[in-house]
């Protein structure tokens, strides 16, 4: 199974953006995640007035949560029905 990384970025409150990342699809699900601590750090310094996170997700997951935004769905840091074993960076 494959996993590309979904980065929430918001900006102010209720000003949130998702980036779904498939230019590069990781093997494993700790590959994604442990580059993902790297792509956090970046952002912190690129973006020092934001929140966000980072989730790495099948492309089935990408693409429920990239329908559920298309549908409607508010990008929120939290991801709706968010499984609490996935982790956020």
Not at 39 to 67: L, Q
Request: aromatic share 12%.
């Amino acid at each position: 199974m494959k996993f590309m990384m979904v980065m929430i970025i918001c900006f102010a409150q209720d000003v949130c953006q998702a980036v779904f990342d498939d230019s590069v699809w990781y093997q494993t699900y700790d590959e994604c995640i442990s580059t993902a601590g790297g792509v956090a750090s970046f952002m912190k310094d690129a973006y020092p007035d934001s929140a966000g996170n980072i989730y790495c997700m099948t492309a089935e997951e990408s693409k429920a949560y990239h329908d559920y935004i298309e549908n409607g769905g508010k990008i929120e840091l939290d991801l709706p029905g968010n499984d609490p074993e996935q982790t956020a960076i």
